[in-house]
């Protein structure tokens, strides 16, 4: 049999110790062992005796230096303690059976075999022994070695009844295939598509967990190209399917609005590890279908899909359990934005607009260039050179005005109190009026953001509209 040498870290001999205490086999089991083998990082060790998992735990605990505290979860009949930043689970081997509405499992004591055969896939099927008779021998009875080899994601027993048990094993063999860059079994995929309406009853923060491991993924277009052709995610974002397709009228046809996004997807992945950003470029361009028109002058169109995707958002994020906080708000704000440096590019680009851009995003204008960056995904690469190009002179300007006028996270000068206190005016649309006209200004760069040039202004347009100064704030030093 083969050998797997473990990493030197002492908690593996004390656990073998102990199980030879307590006269039960102990094994290292599931994702530590596959990412040992594929050489990846992971400190998440999971531990599996025949026998009494939270005994053993305890008895690692006396026999460690420090003696680490043990967090006992029994409803689950686990253990948990941490060695160094290495976090150790013990549990008993376990057979698991499963009802048909639920993928909650009832549990009893098992031997290795059953264990083994209730993980996913035959990849994290994989233990190596911690006992003395065979210590450190890998323990594979589902050629989990060999799938690993030819980068095949496969399930340890017939997938069909891994699928039904547990529906949310569907979108962890995708997750896997698009973290690992491996290929999911015919028969496997094929069980998925069979089995996609059960993914029904598992709860949607679960599936959303997935789905962002998917997103967060070096290629993460490779998932939600498994996702669409499993029929998956017609179930899970049926909004996203939505944008796939093209249509021909009158000899125009229309760029499939899916596969562009998850080419703008994967140019973002490759220069940002951000969760929130890949999600603006997932729904940046989410309301094209609800804004397709057919013109005959100018053919295909999608006006307003910026202002209608960013107003989406809230209730997209809501249905997705996703957070409904900055995070969501920062999606919402570069999807109502993504088109407006693409506009400077064909424009000539002029302070004002400049100034509007550094006003809008404030500290989101490099992330909103990235994402600008990424949607110019044409086949013709002289017209992405030339973007890019055109991009470069953009984000000179935006460094020459920010470092001018200081615009990123601009707020006027002039506040609505002392609007207020100048004209005697209470709360209301006046004072909002004012303040917008004088913020208008300060971006058009016909009033400058100090206070003497600002508030001058607002003496002016205050003139104008007939009102009557009360304090004059112009009048009191230090303003």
């Known amino acids: 049999m083969e050998t797997i040498k473990l990493p030197d870290n002492p908690v593996f001999d004390v656990v073998a110790t102990a199980a030879a205490e307590l ?7 599931g994702g530590f062992v596959r990412d040992l083998v594929l050489k990846r990082p992971s400190k998440d060790i999971d531990v599996v005796c025949i026998g009494d998992g939270i005994a053993l735990a305890e008895l690692v605990s006396k026999k460690m230096p420090h003696k680490p505290k043990v967090s006992v979860f029994k409803n689950f009949g686990t253990a948990m303690l941490r060695s160094g930043d290495w976090e150790v689970e013990f549990v008993g081997a376990r057979k698991e059976s499963y009802r048909e509405h639920t993928r909650k499992p009832e549990v009893e004591q098992g031997t290795l075999d059953d264990d083994l055969k209730r993980r996913d896939f035959t990849i994290n099927a994989l233990g190596i022994s911690l006992n003395k008779a065979n210590y450190g021998e890998l323990i594979d009875e589902f050629n989990g070695l060999k799938d690993m080899k030819r980068k095949i994601i496969r399930t340890p027993l017939a997938p069909g009844i891994t699928f039904s048990d547990d529906p949310l094993r569907m979108m962890r063999a995708i997750r896997f295939a698009t973290q690992l860059g491996f290929d999911i079994d015919p028969d496997t995929f094929d069980a998925i598509i069979d089995n996609k309406e059960r993914i029904k009853i598992v709860s949607q923060e679960r599936i959303t967990d997935e789905l962002n491991k998917i997103i967060l ?7 939600f190209k498994l996702l669409f052709t499993s029929g998956l995610l017609h179930l899970i974002f049926p909004k996203m399917v939505e944008l796939q397709g093209v249509e021909t009228k009158n000899g125009n046809t229309h760029k499939d609005n899916f596969y562009h996004t998850l080419q703008v997807l994967d140019n973002v992945a490759e220069v940002s590890d951000d969760l929130w950003l890949r999600w603006a470029a997932i729904l940046h361009d989410i309301a094209k279908p609800d804004t397709k028109r057919f013109s005959p002058k100018v053919g295909w169109t ?6 209608r995707g960013a107003r989406m958002v809230p209730k997209l994020f809501k249905d997705l359990k996703l957070p409904l906080n900055e995070h969501m708000r920062f999606v919402q704000k570069l999807v109502k934005l993504h088109l407006r440096p693409i506009a400077l590019v064909k424009d000539t680009v002029t302070d004002s607009a400049i100034r509007r851009l550094l006003f809008e995003t404030g500290d989101d204008i490099d992330a909103l260039m990235k994402l600008c960056r990424a949607d110019i995904t044409s086949k013709n690469d002289s017209k992405v050179k030339r973007y890019l190009q055109n991009f470069d002179k953009v984000e000179k300007r935006l460094v020459e005005v920010e470092e001018s006028d200081k615009l990123r996270n601009f707020q006027p000068v002039i506040t609505g109190e002392i609007i207020m206190e100048t004209f005697d005016l209470k709360p209301s649309k006046t004072v909002g009026d004012l303040k917008e006209i004088l913020t208008e ?4 760069g016909k009033v400058k953001n100090e206070f003497a040039d600002a508030y001058a202004y607002l003496l002016q347009i205050g003139n104008e509209k007939g009102l009557q100064v009360i304090v004059n704030k112009a009048a009191i030093p230090n303003n």
Do not use: C, N, R, T
């Open 23 to 29: 006269e039960v086999d102990a094994y290292v089991i």
């Open 217 to 223: 993924a070096k290629v993460p277009s490779y998932g």
């Open 302 to 307: 999608f006006h307003g899909h910026e202002d």
């Open 441 to 444: 200004a300060i971006l058009e």
